[in-house]
């Protein structure tokens, strides 16, 4: 059957089940859901006796006091991104006792996890869940079909409705604690391997029947501030490093220092200006790339040539945002995960710099999420379509290189959703017929920058009409494309298997489309 | 039937339903348990708009928007206790709709909700589920069974308990916000009307199928610090005034000045110093009277003389308790009701003074409730027994003085639980055969310390043993109850009718007793 963005989707996918096909951006949100019930073993206690000791010797005792068994899932969040220990520590003990078909539900896996592939060869990881990913080993994986069942791809906000509605039921959650005391309150900001919030855990820790602490910073009682607190924690585990934190900042989280890229960066930020969105009271949020990051230092710049005070910054938040707080340019930040140390050190002593939940950060399915609250959101894309759709999981040549992360959440909240990017990369060009996998559909994103022109979402006309005077080097979407494929050629179409590796959902839990493993 | 500390009750009591007796302290702690489902109505967006607006123009307005109907369950915390308005408001406008068969479950009601009595007399109110009352109107009400149905005195962790259960199922949540945005972020630390934490609302707005706030200091989006979040908020309503802070604090919630209390408070210090209970990682709860205040400021004379370092002081806090923290007596403070406005200031900037919810302080049914850290917990009674069961709940005349309030909870917890009382007050002795009613077991109760003397709990034999050389003068509690009734003569017994007025539930939902009306 074809979805509501095009693509072709099997009404059934091996390994996954049944599919709902993608319907429209907004068709599934908003109506009544229900928050699932979540399954507690009460630390008991006599008096005297302060319940059940906690504390557990080590990883491999753990997990037999928690009772994980072939075919559980167990989670893990994502904040110490490519310098996490924690899901390799625990999935080497899982596979030394034996246990096989495991499903993998990490908010997020990066290079550093390449030890999961012997485990997928192995059989004992036999299903990944994922809203983050980083193009290395395991990547390479699943883009090859190693894994048995397709991963899911869900978006920031799809993973903690799928945690709340029960679609996604988390057996055993081990959350990496930069401080933790023997019962089980812990914050992320402080500590040897701090990591700054810890907000992709809080469903995690909300909702598995079991959740494990694992910390190398065991404090006296009380640890403070607490971030997620003891009731919800079942075990703790002091282990030497749970981390390297210099593997949480990687690539670029600093202002880009390519001409080209400043030129586009400027170009959003006056395009901004220009449409009226750079006022007080507004909001803005970028990912961490460089010319994201200069999007933000142009508008920044604007705020402060015209004494605008805005709202909010959000999402993973770089040094650059927390400079832009300091300066009086919001009136707060609310951060899902520290993209630096700058970030880190914020987070942990400014109390306007906050951490947020998952659900209220971008669940579709709560009493309202930030991302409605957002007025420009900067986004970035492997691959654009003539129809707006955006792709940020594949590559043009069928292999996986991100998730989704908060891109189609950001994109339906945002007032205005701009995808920045050169429109060559390499050799290639972003801009495409059809993007190979649709990540963020068309509807929700509203405007292309590039170094060789601005495209507009046909259906913003109120964009349209309001620049309609500007000197801005506004074009058609098609021409842009027919510029790109004056340099780059037209791409040949990418030959596939009929295997499915990849599973992307969108924010409501729908199927926006599938990644089969490339010829 | 007779129930474990002794008293007969009624095996279904109408209006409350079938009894489940109490059958011991720790019965029924532990095991496992489920968190109840809870309903969302998501706030639904299109592109460019942000939902549906929170923002409502009135108390009224709010009532028809949440559906509110006859026979359904509405919430309030008790943070403002005495300054709160926001009560009366809004059970002023659900009587105008003319709505009956409400159920009020509040944290607590005070003094001041006197306007209650009449909706209690009209029955549009036939229910209250509480774990805080002060003496006024409305107790008065209640003790004379003016309320159609027996009123439901829960602990502070048994709230909890029983609204994640769903035991206690609440409609709609209104929560005063001394802080609020437009979108349903709030805190209680800050505004004209802060009354400090808000966390015996946490549950509230975690399970309730409706949340409404209600705000006299609507600031622009977003509040900082978050401590209720958007997400779990569906309307936010702006009024002139939510309550009057100089409510806050009433009685006394300083050290006492009457020598007498004074001696009482450091014979208390003396022993726990004498047993070994004041040294490094000591944990400290006490209650806001000036007694069990003067204990505090004793016990800390003693850790400043020996430089002992406290883990934490816990429960409702007052000032004295941010002087100890302060002063470096404790790593943190964990707190569910700020008790005055050094408390209240304190909350909002010091990080170690942490809110914790009712969940995380009290509930046996969690993964560990902070009352199984606590060693040393000072209790008030309104009377003893022999048998060391402590009432606060009623006067020796039968009326209601007081709700448990977390008084089974901590004694429960606490490595020792001592209750400071002089043993005459009034022309009564405190000390009884058998309690009016019985609030927390006598085995959770270890010590009595009174102004004639220390009754050790028989079953703390280690206790008996440590101070067996000790000066302090040390009774048996009959000997102790004789001297009382020297002076206060043979108390008569309590002529009652048979009808229920208040069911005391103990922490795990068991009825440990009944208080009827008196004749």
Redesign the interface.
């Known amino acids: 059957m074809k979805n509501a963005v095009g693509k072709e989707i099997p009404s059934e996918i091996l390994g996954y089940g049944k599919v709902r096909p993608f319907t429209g951006?907004?068709t599934n949100?908003?109506?009544?859901?229900?928050?699932?019930?979540?399954?507690?073993?009460?630390?008991?206690?006599?008096?005297?006796a302060?319940?059940e000791d906690?504390l557990i010797n080590s990883i491999e005792e753990v997990i037999d006091k928690v009772g994980l068994k072939d075919g559980m899932t167990v989670s893990f969040h994502h904040h110490l991104r490519n310098g996490d220990y924690v899901t390799n520590l625990v999935m080497k003990e899982i596979a030394k006792k034996g246990l096989k078909n495991i499903h993998v539900a990490a908010s997020g896996l990066f290079k550093c996890h390449e030890p999961l592939v012997d485990l997928i060869e192995n059989q004992v990881v036999t299903n990944i869940t994922l809203s983050t990913i980083s193009p290395g080993p395991l990547a390479k994986a699943i883009t090859n079909g190693k894994l048995k069942n397709p991963a899911v791809f869900m978006s920031h906000g799809g993973r903690p409705r799928a945690i709340e509605s029960g679609e996604l039921h988390i057996d055993v959650a081990f959350i990496a604690a930069p401080t933790c005391d023997a019962?089980?309150n812990m914050n992320g900001s402080f500590g040897k391997s701090a990591c700054g919030v810890l907000s992709y855990a809080y469903a995690d820790a909300q909702y598995a029947d079991k959740?494990v602490a694992i910390t190398d910073n065991l404090v006296?009682?009380?640890a403070?501030?607490?971030e997620i607190?003891?009731?919800?924690?079942?075990y703790v585990v002091q282990i030497e490093e749970i981390g390297d934190p210099n593997g949480i900042s990687f690539g670029p989280t600093k202002v880009t220092t390519d001409p080209i890229n400043l030129k586009i960066a400027a170009t959003t930020a006056r395009l901004l200006d220009e449409i009226g969105y750079i006022k007080d009271?507004m909001s803005l949020q970028t990912g961490a790339g460089g010319t994201s990051i200069a999007v933000a230092d142009e508008v920044g710049k604007i705020m402060k040539s015209k004494n605008i005070i805005g709202?909010?910054g959000s999402g993973g938040i770089t040094g650059y945002f927390v400079k832009m707080l300091n300066e009086g340019l919001f009136?707060?930040l609310?951060d899902t995960q520290c993209f630096d140390q700058v970030a880190i050190q914020s987070s942990g002593i400014n109390?306007?710099h906050?951490a947020?939940?998952a659900?209220?950060y971008a669940?579709?399915?709560?009493?309202?999420?930030?991302v409605?609250?957002l007025d420009i959101m900067i986004l970035g894309a492997t691959e654009i379509d003539v129809d707006f759709n955006v792709n940020v999981v594949t590559g043009s040549d069928g292999s996986i290189l991100s998730s989704s992360g908060g891109n189609n959440d950001t994109a339906?909240?945002a007032?205005i959703a701009i995808v920045v990017s050169n429109l060559l990369k390499g050799r290639l060009c972003v801009l495409r017929d059809v993007v190979t996998t649709v990540t963020t559909p068309g509807?929700?994103v509203d405007v292309l920058v590039t170094d060789y022109g601005i495209a507009i979402n046909p259906r913003r006309i109120d964009l349209i009409e309001k620049l309609k005077d500007s000197e801005l080097p506004i074009v058609d979407i098609q021409e842009l494309k027919a510029i790109g494929e004056r340099f780059a050629g037209i791409p040949k179409p990418l030959q596939t298997t009929d295997k499915v590796v990849v599973v992307v959902e969108y924010r409501d839990g729908t199927v926006i489309d599938v990644v089969y493993q490339p010829k």
Do not use: W
């Open positions: 951006a907004y949100i908003g109506g009544n859901h229900t928050r699932v019930t979540s399954n507690i073993k009460a630390n008991s206690l006599k008096k005297g302060a319940g906690k019962y089980g959740v006296p009682f009380p403070s501030p607490v607190s003891q009731d919800k924690v079942d009271g709202s909010f009136n707060g609310f109390p306007k906050m947020m939940s659900t209220q669940n579709p399915n709560c009493k309202g999420c930030l409605n609250q339906a909240g007032k509807e929700t």
